[in-house]
């Protein structure tokens, strides 16, 4: 069994930071692209960052300059620095991973971390 967890979430003001994490573990041979995504009340889920498995990203334009994703494999363990925080970014945050236990890749989820950006 595969499990994604996220820490890190919180109360924060605006222009303040906070570092996200997520921990895969479980019955892991092999962990492809991962990825931060956000939900705020009312709204659909969105991408925030995605990280390749040789460490390529992208960012969504909104976050851009502000978050960075960084993951490291020998801990099986992905991150997202925020910086200068928006009350905007205000949201559920979610992993995603693409991964496998030797047959193929599956898509997983963490159960989400709450971020509020107080004004």
């Known amino acids: 069994q595969v499990q994604l967890v996220e820490s890190g979430g919180g109360l924060v003001q605006a222009g303040g930071s906070l570092r996200l994490s997520c921990a895969a573990s479980g019955r892991i041979f092999s962990i492809g692209p991962m990825g931060w995504y956000r939900q705020a009340p009312g709204k659909q889920r969105e991408l925030v960052a995605r990280i390749g498995g040789g460490g390529n990203t992208n960012v969504a334009d909104s976050v851009k300059g502000r978050f960075t994703v960084s993951r490291d494999n020998a801990k099986n363990t992905m991150y997202l620095q925020m910086n200068s925080l928006k009350s905007e970014d205000t949201a559920v945050y979610y992993c995603?991973?693409?991964?496998?236990?030797?047959?193929?890749?599956?898509?997983?989820w963490g159960q989400g971390t709450q971020v509020t950006v107080s004004s």
């Open positions: 995603n991973a693409q991964i496998s236990y030797g047959s193929g890749f599956r898509d997983y």
